[in-house]
């Protein structure tokens, strides 16, 4: 796709010249990113006709008005670190809304804060720990977009089991449509302010992202309130020392745990009842291999630290969690800390002993997801399939399917490493859980990335037939819609619906769908 | 060391993004997070190091050619290594040595930056980055009573730099150091005329054929002279000193101080009595070359091995610098000694810290881009109450100083040189 010269100068006059490029070095960050050449067979996808950084609602809906106009596709991001920001088969015109970076309100009362779209996690915790609230953590880390993780794509944290996931925080929503016109959400729409996400009338928010969001597909969101949850920490969260492995002071209401479990079902019970409880700030599912990666400067200290580790050991950490309880108050914090005991001791659980050096870097990633980042350091890139949100039992059921009937045979080929059934996973509020079945492999090791390519056709293909009762597929197969047509005779057929939203919300099928739907001809 | 021997680097760039800001857990006020001035100002990715790490991909791959648009991307950008350290807290990878070999490919491939020219030309020339005459280097100077090397022996050489040299208005900070020294009895010398550039800011600018020459140069003068110690109040010389000529293999065997070291050192031996009270809210502004950037060089070879299926790790292991290791405390405790003096702290500070917007070629090419960075750093000082910003570099005075004018900031800018004065 090329641009005609009156339509970039169509767009110039929406955004301004400075904020338009056409250079090619400049658009090729714009289709690089991590697992292109899983997709793709390159690091690069297709190369944008040009790039528009927008900074307000009125440029957005100003240029999806051009982009209808001139037939354009486009496509939103925030810090476009998730594959379905930046890449596509196809040319499109990334919208970058870097300069949308603000926090318009936090209503401490009501517990919700306003933000534009490029405000991060880390951005908002900032100031809303400064009023004794918290927004919800993604996984990724503190540099998601909390838009882009309520509206747009998944939103499974470490701190989801206090606050919810992305699909249950956004409230009131401003929406440009994939058309240009705008439609606000919930209490927005009634112009009763920010509040509610549901209005007069039937739910918009399910249309607007459902279970998994549609990556972009659907429209720009330009602004959402998002639900805020009570902090017990400080003001401010306090590190010290160096970096890469700076030291965390965890604050006095707030107390880190790292469980082992004797096994997946008693993994699995006590997890759920540690969710019943209400007690919990943070918990993720994930081996102790995680919190060494957290506390050691690069992957050659880490391999020092854990290469004469008897096989045992790891066969032991296999069922693991990390785990953070809160308290209003002293007598609170006393309360959770007993019931956690007798939970502990009733499901036999080790608490893994940890040095003020761990813990602390476990209580900044339970509140923030920091680290994450470092699944990359081990070798370049990841892959995270069956990406699911189900109940904790069907979850702990894949992971050891797909470790054991999937993962082990790449792994033990040496194609894909950090496989095997200790997936990451956390729980979402009180319904269930999120687990995903990580693996990393090299991209510039042409026989990994196959492996990788092999690994998610054999997802595809395997686990619907599994079936284990889950009631759909949504974000645990590839997003190649044949994968999910094939999928549909064992699950719940959503994607018809999403195509018929598709086609009546998008009737120029501008707003660009690799990772999507697209309407059936 | 050239740009394809990182290729493994690009490829690894994940477009993470958190080169663009200071390390999530610093954050403390969002109106002072960004960290990379140069993304902050222009706001495409390719203005940031892992828009860079792309381009040098591209370019190596031929899917890009020079333009000039390409050369802003790669030059608006003052190489202060903020970027480098925020990416090294969850990776190990290089953007920063992915930027300078990115510059050294260009200069080589002839592509030039028409505002570098006449600073090269300069430099050559009178061996100044300044555009002056060689002959004229040691007039600030005159009228001190300091032993001038023409062809003579010192053990301790103060090495005045180019910005401290030919900036009359840094001059007193110069003079003052030289009474410093003299007071607490170091025998020190100058090189007056004699004394040429380092090398390092030409090097930033992608020219490595002139840091390889003042090394060369700079190196012999000081055998011949017989100097075991350097002086210097220039945070870039100190930088170029210390690390640059290490990293290319020429490291001096002489010890080199960052004057506040030598501040430092007086100071707690008691040779150096600060006693007179200045009673002003300072904030310290921590120059890149002398923070991040003056972390101890690092040399490894080995290979790169898997282990555990891909899992990548090194024969021999490696170390990384990560900006733990610049000069920090030193010129806080400085400041901390001086009586009366109250120090508050920025918001981006140490390995975080926002550049003055000087470095890198940018003050010579993009005068506006440097004055707007310096700005931005100006209102931070405002912003936790500071009546003077505090450095330990010519060029961030020199640059502060500038962007007050331009400004209207109301604001004082000092060299920590000058306050020490005050107390003394
Ligand atoms: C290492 C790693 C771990 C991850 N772990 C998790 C995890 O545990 N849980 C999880 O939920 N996700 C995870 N992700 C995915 C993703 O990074 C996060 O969901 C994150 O929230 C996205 O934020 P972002 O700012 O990077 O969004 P972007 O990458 O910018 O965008 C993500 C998607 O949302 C769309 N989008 C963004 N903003 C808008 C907008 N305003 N309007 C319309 N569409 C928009 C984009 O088109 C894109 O499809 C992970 C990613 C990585 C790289």
Redesign the interface.
Known sequence: MTLSSEAYRALEDVVGPE?I?E????L???C???ANEVHFGD??SA?PPA?V?PGNTKEVQGIVKVCNRFNIKYRAHA???EVPA?SAKEPFLPV?L??MNR?LEIDRKNKFAVVEPYVSV??LL??TIKQGLRPASVGC???ASIIASSTSHFGCGTSNVSTDYGGRTPLGIEWVLPDGNILRVGSLGTDSGWFSGDGPGPSLRGIMRGLSGPNGGLGIITRTAVKLTPWYGPA??K?RG???L?D?DVPENLRVYQLIFQSREHMTDSLMSIVEEGIAHGLQRCGVAVSVMLVT?????F??TV?DSPPEMAEMYKFAASFMVDAASPGELKYREQLVEKLLDKYEVMSFPMDDKMMGALF?NLV?G??T??I??????FLSAVGAQEAWDTMGHISRRCAEEIWAKY?AA??????GESPWGTALGDWGSHVESVC??????PE?VQATRDVIAEVDELLPKWSLGMGSFEGCLSPAEAAQKKAAPYCLDFMSYEKKVKKLFDPNLVSESTWYVTPDK | MALKDFEKDMMRDSRCSYCKVIPHVMMTDTRFIDVCPSVARFNFHGFSAGGRMVAGLSLLRNRIEYTDGFLDMIFQCQMDGACDVSCKIDRDLEPLQVMQELRIKCIEDGQLIAGHMPVLEGLRKEDNMLQRKKADRGKWADGLDIKELAGGKAEVLFHAGCRYSFDEELWPTVKTGINILKEAGVDAAIMGKDEACCGGRAYEMGYEAELIKYADHNIQAWKTAGVKTIVTPCSCCYQTFKVLYDKIGKKPEIEIYHFTEYLDKLIKEGTLKLKKKVPIKVTYHDPCHLGRLSEPWIHWSGKEIKVAGQMIVHDPAKKYRRGAEGVYDIPRDILKAIPGLNLVEMYRIREYAWCCGSGGGVKEAYPEFALWTAAERLKEAKDVGADALVSACGWCKRNFTDAVKETGKKIEVYDIVDLVQEAL
């Open positions: 904020n490029s250079e090619p070095a400049i090729d960050g714009y690089f990113i991590w690091k690069f190369r790039v950084l810090s476009g670190w930046i970058d870097r300069r926090i880390q951005f900032t100031e880390g503190p540099s401010s969260i590190a160096k970096p890469n700076y965390y400067e690069s992957n050659d200290e391999w020092d290469k900044y923030t920091q680290g980042q470092r990359f350091r081990v070798s370049g890139s792994e040496g194609k894909i490493g950090l496989a990393v492999y090299d991209q510039l090791d990994s």
